[in-house]
């Protein structure tokens, strides 16, 4: 059987963090347009990496991500890396793929017995129960934002601090180290961004890579390392303290795993969700239609976050690796190959989704794919929804009409990728 190839000058583009900070993403929306109809699932050869199987199908994805026994998440790095990059990180942390070891690095028992340290507190009923405290600091951040006037940026003014307050205050952190874990976010997950990477890191430079995620990973540490002490000798009701003196297998977690938990928490655990909130605004912004639609028909805040985080798809991609031959549409797959999963190419899938590039918050079924699918299925998806129909259902009533103030930027991300400025002008309600 022959393995089909992706041209190299078609596919490297997705490769470099800069595509995916150009206009709206468009380049990133035609290169994987042309490789669902062209190579669905196809090889990328690219000069400096191990090449990796581009999965662009919806059914594809879920199929892998559902059988985590067969495409492991621990065995190789968890996102794209290169080579140098992959080597340095073995090296600097003792023949580990990656210096974290959060819940998304870890395959069956290890990862099963860590998520349900605190899974309840993620699940719908437990969100619930929030619902008025996180009302409440959604009002506070609007009031805040608002009083900023004319041309003040959605994105780095509200969007990025809201979610950023929600979890870290469930994690038990207090709100004047927000900011600096905000930026620790930022440093992380848009390492390759001008505006948004370590101050001073040179981001052309795979050693600078390795430098910034060894910076963060021990300014977490620093951070949290005081706090898990403190809860293991006085726990509160905090996320903090079910890591500290979380069990798995019957034992205590040890302090990498329940440091890397909390990054994972502290991290993940707002940027997609501000990521989409700022995508939403500026879908707003730019079709004063929809923001007609949305201020006369309330009952469609539910239907238009589920459509903004199929939209926005801020989880650009995560890495699988074969744990044994495995034949999908048709390819053979070997044991140890790579497979890069596209969320927001699955998000685009013309065979699941009737017309993928509209946005339509009246979509049903909407069963996209922006949190994963199986057993790493997004640990934060309910909470993320509560945050951003709360933040709508807040907003809307307040604005009898927004606008661009100036054009939006995306951030420069081949990893968590969404508006890093949103500048809007606005009339009150
Ligand atoms: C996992 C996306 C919000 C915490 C994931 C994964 C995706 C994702 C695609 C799957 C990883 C995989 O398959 O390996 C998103 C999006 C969000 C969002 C699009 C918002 C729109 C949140 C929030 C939290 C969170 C608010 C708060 C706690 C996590 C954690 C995992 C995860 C802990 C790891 C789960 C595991 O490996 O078992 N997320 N996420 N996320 N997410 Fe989210």
Redesign the pocket.
Known sequence: MSVPKIPTELIAPAFNPATFGIGRREAIDQLFTRLRKDYPLALAEVPGYDPHWIVTKYEDIREI?RQDHLFH?ADRS?TLASQIAEKLMRDYSGGMPTIFK???H?DDPE?AEH?KVTQPE?YPQAIAKMESQIREMARRHIDEFLAKGQGADFATELAFRF?AEV?LTMIGVPKKDHQKLLDLTHWLFTYADPDLCRPGANITDPQEIIKTWDVVYNEFKNYFESMIHERQTCPMGDLTSLIANGKVGGCPMNERNMISYLV??ST???D??A??SAMSMWMLAEHPELFRKMKDNPGLIRGFVDES?RW????QQ?VRSATEDYVLRGQQIKKGDLLY?S?ISANRDEEVFKDPFTFDPERSPNSH?????????????H??KL??RVLWEELLPRLASVEMAAPGKFAESEFVCGPKSVPINYTLA
């Not at 926005?312 to 989880?315: E, H, K, L, N």
């Open positions: 991500s998440s968890k959060t819940l998304v870890m990862h998520r993620f979610p979890v994972i928490l993940a655990g707002h997609s969700a990521a989409t985080i926005a798809s801020p989880v995560f999963l969320y794919i922006a949190f994963g699918y199986g057993p790493h299925i997004c640990l934060g998806q909470l993320a945050e951003m």
